[in-house]
């Protein structure tokens, strides 16, 4: 197995492909900052590989019997980003790939954690595929991803990372295998409804591919214009620096005048203006961020500078503390408190089947507090008015 970490990345990535369609110049722009890696990232490149491991356990492939996948858990739980839950998101993962294949009328062929070249859409494109199924006239593209937030949930419909690794996957087996459609899956156990699928034809797929093509041809020669939108700036490194950025923010932010207009903006007013400063906030944070990483670098970034925050205290020895307050006659109880778990604490320890198994009958769901997202979120609105079913009742 290839470490995932070690793997080559490309100016024109599969995985940054949201970005630079959207946004072709910042392939270039962002290529001046240095790409680090967050510990989020480390930890989803942990999951990746542990959920490699059974999958191609699963498969038996490249000789991987119980024995080696026992020795690759041992080694990847050393690392200090393991996490028990780890074991149950990735067969929550390895269980949606097994029902994959068994809706294949035959057994499919399968490539897992397949090195896939787009080079025919995107100049030198490559990516890993974490996982393909291919018969019966169709592929099966499926990737994992590990990450938790809510706002990071990624959708498989016309999703360019996913679109990329399908062409790449069309163009490697499309001589072995007769092809008609393509399926694509995003698999995020960690969030709620965390399964995102869509179907469509090859025809339409290799179109998708063309208008790939052409913003790639843009990207590569820092064309096609800045295009700031809160998803694609999310990821770019050059985010807290841009200036098409700044200049969208601060137009938004600080836009002058009412005019004419009434005192009170309406709902629809509201509604735009919820959609449009979305990445008001987030590009605020970035940039208070860069800033205080330059002024701890000791350059000067006028009417700003960097202060110690608010420190907090901590025992040297809490044991020889304690021993020295129970020495003077204070309690031991006063010193401490017994406190439950809470449920996903428990869950967390004794995993998710043992949990549901002993004592998922002693758990009810009940609604969470209201929250504003945007229409185009998969869960059903909600409302306080009362229907007049529920007022008949
Ligand atoms: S920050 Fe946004 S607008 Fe600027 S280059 Fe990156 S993606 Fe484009």
């Not at 080559?8 to 946004?23: E, K, P």
């Not at 110049?25 to 001046?32: D, G, H, R, T, V």
């Not at 200049?247 to 005048?257: I, M, P, R, T, W």
Request: net charge negative.
């Amino acid at each position: 197995m290839t470490e995932h970490k070690d793997r080559r990345h490309a100016l024109l990535s599969a995985s940054g492909a949201y970005r630079w369609t959207a946004c072709p110049p910042s392939a270039f722009l962002e290529a001046q900052f240095p790409d680090n890696v967050s510990d989020a990232a480390e930890e989803g490149t942990l999951a990746h590989e542990l959920a490699e491991a059974k999958v191609k356990n699963y498969f038996l492939l490249d000789g991987l019997d119980k024995r080696k996948l026992r020795a690759v858990v041992t080694k990847l739980k050393k690392s200090p980003l393991w996490d028990d839950e780890m074991d149950g998101y990735t067969d929550e993962y390895l269980d949606y790939v097994r029902s994959a294949a068994l809706a294949f009328e035959n057994q499919p062929y399968v490539a897992i954690e397949k090195q896939v070249e787009f080079g025919t859409w995107v100049p030198d494109g490559f990516g890993t595929a974490d996982c393909i199924l291919i018969g019966g006239g169709t592929i099966h593209v499926i990737d994992f991803k590990y990450g938790k937030s809510p706002a990071g949930r990624v959708e498989a419909e016309n999703n360019p990372q996913m679109i990329l690794y399908a062409l790449g996957a069309y163009d490697a087996y499309k001589m072995l295998y007769p092809m008609k459609r393509i399926k694509m899956t995003i698999v995020q156990p960690r969030l709620p409804d965390g399964v995102s699928e869509w179907d469509t034809t090859i025809d339409a797929l290799l179109a998708q591919g063309e208008w790939i093509r052409e913003r790639a041809a843009l990207a590569v020669k820092g064309e096609g214009g800045f295009h700031p939108d809160d998803k694609a700036c999310r990821f770019c490194r050059a985010k807290a620096s841009c200036r098409a950025r700044a200049e969208k923010n601060v137009a938004l932010a600080f836009s002058d005048g009412m005019g004419n207009l009434p005192p009170l903006i309406s709902n629809e007013e509201m509604g735009r203006y919820l959609k449009l400063g979305t990445d008001v906030a987030k590009w605020l944070s970035d940039l208070q961020e860069k800033a205080l990483l330059e002024c701890l670098a000791g350059r000067e970034v006028p009417g700003w500078k960097a202060v110690e925050g608010r420190g907090s205290r901590e025992w040297t020895d809490m044991d020889q503390a304690f021993a020295v307050l129970t020495g003077s006659g204070i309690e031991e109880a006063m010193l401490w408190e017994k406190r439950p778990l809470t449920l996903a604490q428990v869950e967390k320890a004794i995993g998710k089947k043992a949990f549901a198994e002993c004592v998922g009958g002693y758990v009810v769901k009940r609604p969470g507090k209201p929250a504003l997202v945007e229409e185009t979120d998969k869960r059903p609105a909600v409302t306080n008015v009362v229907t007049a079913a529920e007022a008949f009742q």
